[in-house]
């Protein structure tokens, strides 16, 4: 009796563990027969393939194999079932997986989606715009874009996370995470490292504003709201001239030039052919300019006008933000101008704690040998390179020697110095030498 409590208990406790992992995909053998191709952009040609492959560096080359995309300038669609459908009412939800851009990818994205069971009908052909409940993941193209996106799906739209959350750029395998939680919170992962966290709220448009700018209000006529005009008794000078200062007499009567007194007549000036001179003129330094008052603070400043806030009718809280209801499918939907990215280790779960012991048991085991054997290929790729360079420059030079006495005009061609008979003599010891 006490021995079946035991094991009763033993496989409630299993019950319950197993249940915290919603779907999990290491890319072991037979990866294939879980993963379905779409057949999106196949009649044009520019669909791309995934390759099973752990890369040019690895730290276990079975363990690390994943699915690489390529060739290049190709659109890539696939994706898996979960077991089951999964709502995260009042419990988290955690997507994470690994990605390696050993192409050091220039413009491409490199993210994962999580798609409701609603879309059930459309994944054979599961492309851009086939709904999904969550996309996550990094995103490079030149130097402009290198983050690492966050959208979810509220109310049949699609809202970006507004923080820019950055990613990783490098030729090594890096986790991501996220962690959806039903206070409304969401935390990112890089590498089991919190990069960054917020409120749903806040940090995403899925709400109308609570408040807006009251349509009634007055507002000036260069505003965009027709309805409205600011008050007519609305003084936005911040500034007014002093009325209690006057104009100083004879300010008018000071003209702006005076005549040249140091100009003389020239000696050779005929007035009889050239006409009668005139003195030129001068600025004069007794000009004050047009005379303007002083200006002084004005009493009636009320500041720039605004239009009051007022509560958003539209608005509407929801507690749920974080809900994704039905979450059936798990793909990748990706185009890519410079492929060669490997994805690996996928994880959906609510529990954090596993996502973490997950990466550490793949990602965590081999991630040091990747490195180190990242990093001897890239050094002995350097040393072929500089042996290559000095190998040319060597030609090069050498080249240049013979050019002195191998020109193209034959009659500056120079002779090479002919051997002496101690050069000869020499030669011939050499040989017997050898």
Not at 119 to 148: A, L, N, Q, W
Not at 182 to 204: A, C, I, M, R
Not at 306 to 326: F, G, M, S, T
Not at 367 to 388: F, L, N, P, R, V
Request: hydrophobic share 30%.
């Amino acid at each position: 009796m006490k021995l079946g409590a035991v094991a009763l208990g033993c496989l409630c406790l299993l019950a319950v563990v197993s249940a915290d992992v919603l779907f999990e995909e290491k890319f072991d053998a037979g990866w294939d027969k879980r993963w379905q191709k779409s057949s999106w952009k196949e009649s044009d040609g520019s669909a791309g393939k995934f390759t099973w492959t752990a890369g040019k560096w690895y730290g276990d080359e079975e363990a690390d194999k994943g699915i690489q995309t390529g060739p290049d300038s190709k659109y890539f669609a696939l994706y898996s079932e979960l077991k089951k459908a999964y709502t995260n009412e009042d419990k988290e939800l955690i997507v994470q997986f690994s990605a390696k851009h050993e192409q050091d990818l220039d413009c491409g994205g490199g993210y994962i989606k999580l798609l409701p069971a609603s879309s059930g009908k459309k994944m054979k052909d599961f492309g851009g715009e086939t709904p999904y409940s969550v996309m996550f993941g990094p995103d490079i193209c030149g130097y402009s874009t290198r983050k690492t996106h966050v959208i979810l799906t509220y109310d049949g739209k699609n809202h970006l996370v507004k923080k820019d959350i950055k990613a990783e750029t490098d030729q090594l395998t890096h986790v991501y995470t996220l962690r959806l939680m039903p206070n409304n919170t969401y935390e990112v992962y890089v590498d089991l490292k919190q990069v960054e966290s917020g409120s749903l709220y806040d940090d995403f448009d899925m709400l109308a504003p609570k408040t807006i700018k009251d349509p009634k209000a007055t507002m000036s006529e260069d505003w965009d709201d027709p309805k409205a005009t600011k008050p007519e008794d609305w003084d936005e000078r911040e500034k007014i001239a002093d009325p209690e200062d006057k104009k100083p007499d004879g300010w008018d009567d000071i003209p702006a030039t005076i005549v040249d007194p140091d100009a003389k007549k020239p000696e050779d000036w005929s007035d009889e052919d050239d006409g009668e001179w005139e003195a030129p003129t001068i600025p004069n330094p007794e000009y004050k300019g047009e005379w303007k008052p002083k200006m002084i603070d004005n009493p009636a400043y009320k500041g720039i006008w605004v239009a009051p806030d007022i509560d958003n009718p539209e608005y509407k809280h929801d507690d749920k933000l974080y809900l994704q209801k039905d979450i059936k499918y798990v793909g990748f939907e990706l185009w890519q101008v410079k492929s060669g990215t490997i994805f690996d280790n996928i994880l959906v779960t609510n529990s954090l704690e596993e996502a973490k012991k997950f990466a550490e048991d793949t990602w965590g085991k081999t991630k040091d040998g990747e490195k180190e054997m990242h990093d001897k290929i890239k050094e002995e790729k350097k040393k072929e390179e500089d042996a290559k360079k000095t190998d040319d420059d060597a030609k090069k030079g050498g080249d240049d020697d013979d050019d002195e006495y191998d020109t193209e005009d034959g009659d500056d061609k120079k002779e090479a110095p002919k051997a002496t008979l101690e050069d000869k003599a020499e030669d011939e010891d050499e040989k017997d030498e050898l």
